[in-house]
């Protein structure tokens, strides 16, 4: 005869919903769309408190589609001197955001 053990070990357990409200936060933001504007304000952020008054003075306006970074410049001699660390500064950016977003910077 079963006991009342045997019976409550072979019902099926519910799967809890049991999560990090940060994966379900980010999740949200994934499934409204969200995500891509969040990125795009961390980026400009980023690169005001990052680069300095100096080069945010020469920045014109900065966006990013596909996972790529458009920054507009004034000056062609500091999109230049940029154009050398394109590198280092999406490293940069990427530790900052703690994930690998940014594929390209691209210099306009």
């Given at each position: 005869?079963?006991?009342l053990?045997?019976?409550h ?7 809890t ?6 994966n379900?936060?980010?999740k949200?933001?994934?499934s409204?769309?969200?995500k891509?504007?969040?990125m795009?304000?961390?980026i400009r952020?980023?690169?005001k408190?990052e680069?300095g008054?100096?080069?945010?003075g020469y ?6 589609n ?11 001699s500091?999109r230049?001197e940029l154009?050398?660390g394109?590198?280092?500064?999406k490293?940069?950016?990427?530790e900052s955001?703690k ?5 390209e910077?691209?210099?306009?």
């Open positions: 005869m079963k006991t053990e045997d019976y070990n072979a019902l099926p357990y519910r799967k919903n049991d999560d990090k409200f940060s379900i936060i980010v949200m933001m994934e409204f769309g969200l891509d504007k969040l795009d304000y961390r952020k980023f690169w408190d680069m008054p100096q080069i945010n920045t014109k306006n900065i966006y990013s596909n996972r790529k970074v458009f920054i507009q410049l004034n000056s062609s500091l230049q154009s050398f394109k590198d280092k500064i490293k940069m950016m990427n955001f994930e690998e977003y940014v594929e910077i691209i210099l306009l």
